[in-house]
């Protein structure tokens, strides 16, 4: 039986094919990974407006749902993934695909750090108290308002009663995964004078913290010495339970 050779490329051949690749990944979906001795990390970036179900315009920078659900399900059993950063500047959008983003990075067992940037408003606010921790740049600020409804809307209690419960998701999940109470949230988003032609709250770096929204003022060097931390202890974890079986 004739044995098989393989022969392995040189490193700087598979960083050469790696760069093209990269180099689209970053194109498709606004993501990168790097990788060192610390872990590997997954970037991924939700800009824009989150489409939903609706096509955006080509002009409207936007996160189509449907390529970062499969992406975050795929990353969660990648063995070459340590953990997640994942940068928000979003100005908001479709409820129910902002929300079930929401819930599958909050659902992650790996470790997840979230750094809001320029904004995070409306559905960005779910996104960005999502990971396990989360932190904001003293600049970036954060728009909580009631559940608005493009379109045609039937003038009926049934109507009132959808949006109440719609709304009552997003203040459960925000309260659930955050330091901020549900009714101290709601009175955020309910809050008058504040905004020309709407109802609602802006709030800024500082303020998000010590309303309990975010849990830190931080930037990029910050969130990665988080996450990084965080991998290290999974590592500890991991070892101290294998040292037990033995």
Do not use: W
Request: with cysteine; aromatic share 4%.
């Amino acid at each position: 039986m004739k044995e098989e050779t393989r022969t392995t490329a040189p490193s700087g051949e598979n960083e050469e094919k790696d760069a093209p690749e990269a180099s689209q990944r970053i194109v498709d979906f606004g993501a990168s990974v790097s990788r060192n001795k610390r872990g590997n990390i997954y970037t991924l970036t939700i800009v824009g407006q989150v489409e939903g179900h609706q096509v955006l315009p080509e002009t409207a920078k936007s996160t189509k749902y449907e390529h970062v659900m499969p992406l975050l399900a795929g990353l969660e059993q990648d063995e070459g993934v340590d953990g997640l950063l994942l940068l928000l500047n979003t100005v908001g959008g479709d409820i129910e695909a902002g929300l079930g983003i929401a819930e599958l990075i909050a659902g992650m067992r790996k470790p997840t750090v979230s750094l809001v940037l320029g904004g995070g408003h409306s559905i960005g606010v779910p996104l960005a108290v999502a990971p396990k921790v989360s932190m904001i740049v003293p600049s970036a600020s954060m728009t909580i308002h009631p559940v608005r409804m493009n379109g045609t809307v039937i003038a009926a209690p049934q109507t009132f009663n959808y949006f109440e419960r719609i709304q009552e998701r997003i203040v459960s999940f925000v309260a659930k995964n955050s330091n901020i109470s549900e009714k101290a949230f709601l009175n955020l988003m309910l809050k008058t004078g504040e905004m020309a032609a709407d109802v609602g709250s802006v709030i800024y770096g500082e303020e998000a913290v010590n309303l309990g929204l975010i849990d830190r003022i931080g930037g990029l060097g910050d969130a990665l010495d988080c996450l990084y931390g965080q991998i290290a202890q999974v590592r500890r974890e991991r070892e101290e339970d294998l040292a037990a079986v033995r």
